[in-house]
């Protein structure tokens, strides 16, 4: 291996087209302004860097960085890599990860705006993630003991599994395929609409207007809280435990709860056939 150490960069493509290399203990940072300083590169480990410069790593294939900090002037940090492993690393810049392949993120902290769009073979282990948009159009995501704060979260997403993970986040998993779920918190309005094949187990869910429009949607052993005008045209399976602030025109399956504030079946435009019954 090649080693670059304790130096500063501030030049455009500083490190362009190195390999099997080591760069550790480095500033990308100065007036100089420079972008793309770890551009076309190959087996390349980023320890203990300090990065305040635009798109740094981009077209990298095998891409190790640990205890590494970008920052908001860090933009659109990795894009179009193949091989990544971000370990105890700070990644604030917008568009922190977009059009990579086989993404490992562990203890990684996270504030990015379009957090990582159009991925593919994603794995969280731990940490926290701050993201307007994240996931947006990714596939194929495994997410555990995650933080997560946000809007309009996991939207377009296809074959995600969530455990042991808290996501505070409203629109989440719009428009999603083959999602499941467990042990969790979803805290947010309007969660999971117009889903296909969405399975929430031994979940809490709280918020306004819960799983409308889903299709092959499956709740198992979950709680809802504060969950009003749920199921609306929507295919349900669902065991709740506890109560069921509203529920209003599901549209086929069965729906059993301890107890409903309010079942709503009027005013509605499609036909609504769904069982719905209250535990004995």
């Given at each position: ?99 990579c392949v086989d993404v490992t993120l562990k203890n990684v902290t996270a504030e ?169």
């Amino acid at each position: 291996m090649n080693y670059v150490k304790d130096k500063t960069f501030s030049e455009e493509r500083a490190l362009y087209n190195v390999r099997d290399t080591v760069v550790e203990n480095c500033r990308f940072a100065g007036e100089e302004d420079g972008e793309s300083f770890l551009k076309e590169c190959e087996n390349i480990t980023v320890k203990n860097c300090f990065m305040d410069l635009r798109y740094p790593m981009w077209h990298v294939d095998n891409l190790t960085v640990q205890n590494c900090e970008m920052t908001k002037n860090c933009r659109a940090a990795l894009w179009y890599d193949n091989g990544v492993r971000v370990e105890n690393s700070l990644m604030n810049g917008i568009k922190a990860l977009r059009e990579c392949v086989d993404v490992t993120l562990k203890n990684v902290t996270a504030e990015s705006p379009e957090f990582c769009w159009r991925c593919d073979k994603i794995k969280v282990d731990g940490g926290s993630i701050i993201s307007e948009y994240a996931f947006f159009e990714s596939r194929n995501i495994e997410i555990s003991d995650l933080e997560f704060s946000g809007k309009y979260s996991f939207q377009y997403v296809e074959n995600l599994t969530v455990k042991n993970s808290k996501l505070k986040t409203k629109d989440a998993f719009w428009h999603a395929k083959n999602v499941t779920v467990t042990d969790s918190e979803l805290y947010g309005e309007y969660l999971g609409w117009y889903s296909e094949g969405l399975t929430l187990i031994r979940c809490h869910i709280r918020g306004t207007q819960p799983l409308c429009y889903c299709k092959n949607l499956k709740l198992v052993d979950c709680t809802m809280e504060n969950c009003d005008l749920s199921f609306e045209y929507s295919e349900v399976d669902a065991d709740i435990k506890g109560e069921v602030l509203s529920v209003k025109n599901p549209a086929s399956g069965k729906i059993v709860a301890d107890g409903y504030g309010e079942i709503i079946l009027s005013d509605s435009k499609y036909k609504c056939i769904a069982e719905i019954i209250k535990r004995r």
